[in-house]
């Protein structure tokens, strides 16, 4: 659980002008201001879009349920994780027939990141709990603590979500940065759950060999031969925007969606220096 110090400066951080915030946070990690002006890296290009760019695509998605349907629309042969329950509020919850629920399946909210409760093998959490932790999540706001324009007007729901069953191992998460339509870097997730390791590639799987908070997997993965068709379905997706990060797994040999990020990490995540913070916010011509 987070210290009290620390929910007292979330609490007092949040209520500032996004401009004077997004700045204290940033000095906080980087120990430099944002170029709001002429923003040259990855990181305050992020900032920047959070104060300029208000896109209504942006609140589509980052929707988690709105995302899928309009990833649907825009790519047909992708696979999406079925919705099986969608609720508005905490009383929607007590028509759960939990009966007709599978063995295994996932409780979300769809307006904020980390809000996830995996059930598996039958092993429902009880009514009560599931109602605690639906009203906690809906009150929670992303957009006011790290100034994420993008959450502010998600209509806030909760659902369960289809589990996708990897034979009980944490799937390789593949993340396509895609800048105006192509795709320019690919971050491989692998072994999440066990022992986190992080690979950074260009789009043609040469990895650059440097640490992204986390470790790098080595020997470093070999090229999957589904990437292809994932950069034609993240630069598909992509067309749409200047930049967006496209998660995508490989399930059941179908390409799978994830989730679309449109501020990954906040802004907020170290490069190992600045050069590579710099080299990623150069394809980002936008800004």
């Known amino acids: 659980m987070p210290s009290l110090q620390y929910r007292l400066f979330s609490k007092i951080i949040s209520l500032l002008p996004n401009k004077i915030k997004l700045n204290i946070l940033f000095f906080r990690r980087f120990k430099r201001f944002i170029n709001f002006s002429q923003p040259e890296t990855f990181n305050e290009k992020l900032q920047v879009r959070k104060i300029i760019d208000h896109n209504p695509l942006f609140t589509v998605a980052a929707d988690k349920i709105a995302s ?72 929670h706001d992303q957009s006011s603590s790290l100034g994420e ?43 999440r759950f066990i022992n986190h390791k992080r690979n950074m ?11 992204y908070s986390h470790e790098m997997k080595i020997p470093s993965p070999p090229k999957p031969i589904f990437l292809d068709e994932m950069i034609r379905i993240s630069e598909l997706i992509g067309e749409n925007f200047d930049f967006v990060r496209v998660d995508l797994y490989f399930y059941n040999n179908k390409v799978t969606f994830g989730e679309l990020t449109i501020y990954p990490g906040a802004g907020f995540e170290k490069f190992p220096c600045i050069e590579l913070d710099k080299l990623f916010g150069k394809y980002w011509t936008s800004y």
């Not at 659902?159 to 491989?188: C, T």
């Not at 590639?201 to 440097?210: K, V």
């Open 201 to 211: 590639f260009d789009r043609n799987w040469r990895d650059l060999n440097f640490e």
């Open 149 to 191: 324009w993008a959450y502010k007007d998600i209509p806030r729901r909760v659902f369960i979500e289809e589990f996708l069953d990897f034979e009980g191992s944490a799937p390789d998460d593949y993340k396509f940065f895609v800048f105006n339509g192509r795709v320019e870097f690919i971050q491989l997730d692998s072994d």
């Open 68 to 139: 899928k349907d309009w990833v649907k629309s825009i790519c047909s042969d992708i696979y999406i994780p079925r919705n099986l329950w969608i609720g508005s509020d905490t009383n929607d919850i007590e028509s759960i027939d939990f009966s007709l629920l599978p063995r295994d399946y996932v409780f979300k909210a769809n307006h904020t990141s980390q809000t996830i409760e995996i059930i598996r093998n039958n092993n429902h959490i009880s009514q009560r709990k599931m109602i605690k932790l639906a009203s906690k999540w809906l009150k």
